[in-house]
């Protein structure tokens, strides 16, 4: 007999919204189910999965567990949820920062239980276990084996060989009866691939490019940079705010973070506490089993994540919120869901994971969608990493690009801070002797001010490297990337990640390129302003944080003791210890600066967008014009350099002379990332006003706190 899941949803009890919104717009399974006639669920196949990586099906027997099946609202639901959320975040309304519930939200917005109960008792006829179902009414968990899988989706799971890495993925988009498709958007997920880190070790250069020294970005620094030290001395320090850290390990030791406090003289401030949570229990069928530190370095991410949203709240409480990846699914994700469906979600959350919308797949860009969705109208702040690909996410970890323009289907919703990243333009223009000290003061910060900023961008591409090395152009024969310089030590793909959306729904045909019926997200009510380009879709980043990992000179250090997996013992001087860049760190830097603006407002203030937006238009100073010409100022505007990576072959890629040249390891490398194929057109440069390459630019934080509650007085709080 097979045993009936209990749906959560039904139990809940009647609650009474603050206001009136359309309530569900009825049942969407209308036919009865006839299994001959059969819908395609499209954007649910790896581009891995193909013949030439194909090493033949898994037995039968594989357990499958706690894959995820993603419902999808009614189009009336949709527009009732999009218009509830921009009032939930316009101050005069009546309703403004009305947060709801995860059961409230469930309630109004949710699958009706009409269509839950036909769908799981569905599942079940195939043999599948449904565990639970989630209280948002949008997730279902269950579990199987493979022949299981097969036979009700109608996709068979192989095992593949990707490069000499195994995984296991299905080879086809799954197939359900047609009556279930009104309400089904996908199955989170089918494979083992999991999203990539978006943080880079800082690399030991051994090229002299300037007669300067390293200045490594400590917390002492961030808050002179960025101006928190106002902020600081007024007692805003994150008082009584939370923030969670999305993750797939736990610390390598929490000890790490308690030493990075002390070190940088951040335990004088009150507090500041770090807690690991495995949020689960039977709502979601213990689906979050304990990671540990495992054995991937993930555990370093949870590390700089954890100190350096410390570093920008230190009287903030931290969370690092993590789940165990299972074989079909990333445990960040199991975490995320069972975090915002918790009774006590975060008012802050940061991810530092990513992966491009075409690899993503439709499905898994909607469940990061919807997730995103729910937590801003619970008045979450989700702050995301833009990445550390320029705008060519589909090529991460590359020495080329040769995929496109793309962008992580993880920070491309209308529903989150996409965080790019920066450097400091003083090793460009010389001038490093005005904006550091020429020695540390007793918590290792030695910035003067704010400095000029560029955005970060180690690639060959990049119109400032190849400058500096006396070369007028970056791509073909003549240009930077060509040369030995360029071609051994910065043909890479590695830059703060920007550009449009352009894949989160719809399905590509070639490999990781967003063509086919790939489509972008559309752009959001608040994204318009000086720069913001009139392309119909969401354009990242928002905001730009510093991020790089050394090749000007700079980077970020950090307290992470794991040394089989890359740490180093943190003992001694700082400057011996782990360092790096990545957007992984400008992430959780935002979402620090945001527990300052959450404890000035008095709680938690959702999507901060509707605010960068409009303080953008009217607050932007040139960031080139140094500390003077921006102390007044709320962002820090970059208009010097660009994001742009080598590339090879036609698809977004000018002056690649491939297949004659090839860089190393026979990757062709010469080109340059652009937006036209028959003329060079960067993929992207820096500007004036919003600008793919740093959004809005970075936040001057004391200005910015001032500057919020200026813009929400309406709401009389």
Known sequence: MKKRVTFLSLCFLFLALPFQIPAQSGRLITEKIDESKLHRLLGNTRPEANAANDRGRVPDNTAMDHIQLQLQRSPAQQQALDRLIDTLHNPKSAHFHQW???????????????????????????????????????????????????????????????????????????LIPEALAPAVAGVVSLSDFRPQRMSKKRTQYT????????????????????????????????????????????????????IFRSEFGLDRYTGGSLTTIHPSGASFANNCATPGSGNTGDDGEAALDAEWSSAAAPGAAIEVVSCADTEFNWGGFIALENLINSGNPPSIMSISYGQCEAENGSSFNT???????????????????????????????????????????????????????????????????????????????????????????????????????GYSTTYGTSGFCASATGMHYYANVVAGSGGPSNCATGNSVAYGVSDGTCAGNAKPSWQAGPGVPADGVRDLPDVAMFAADGVWGHYLVFCWSDVEYGGSPCTGNPSNWAGGGGTSFASPIMAGIQALVNQAAGGPQGNPNYVYYQLASSSSCNSSNGDSGVSGCVFHNITMGDIDVNCGGNVNCYGSTAPRFAGRGGVAADGALSVSDQSFTPAYGSGGGWNFATGNGSVNAYNLVNAWLAATMASGQ
Do not use: K
């Not at 090229?207 to 808050?223: F, Q, R």
């Open 207 to 258: 090229l002299d490019i300037g007669p300067y020294v390293y200045e490594a970005v400590t917390p002492g620094d961030l808050a002179t940079i960025y101006n928190l030290n106002p902020l600081f001395a007024n007692g805003q320090i994150g008082t009584g705010q939370t923030i969670a850290v999305i993750e797939d390990a736990d610390l390598f030791s929490s000890q790490d973070w308690s």
């Open 100 to 174: 709801l519930t995860p059961a409230q939200f469930g309630q109004e917005f949710g699958a009706d239980p009409g269509d839950i109960n036909t769908i799981t008792s569905w599942l079940q006829s195939h043999g599948l276990r449904v565990n639970a179902v989630y209280p948002n009414g949008t997730l279902i968990d269950f579990s199987g084996t493979a022949g299981e899988v097969t036979q009700a989706f109608h996709t068979e799971i192989h095992s593949l060989d990707v490069a000499g890495i195994p995984h296991i993925a299905n080879m086809s988009d799954p």
């Open 367 to 469: 469940a990061f969608t919807l997730a995103y969705q729910q937590s801003v109208a619970e008045g979450i702040s989700v702050f995301v990493a833009a990445g550390d690909e320029g705008a060519a996410s589909c090529d991460a970890g590359a020495m080329s690009a040769t995929h496109g323009i793309s962008v992580s289907g993880f920070a491309s919703t209308g529903y989150n801070v996409a965080v790019g990243g920066n450097d400091f333009g003083d090793s460009v223009t010389g001038t490093n002797s005005n904006y550091w000290s020429s020695s540390n003061a007793s918590n290792y910060s030695s910035a003067l001010s704010y400095i000029p900023e560029i955005p970060w961008n180690d690639s060959c591409a990049s119109s400032l490297l190849s400058g500096y090395f």
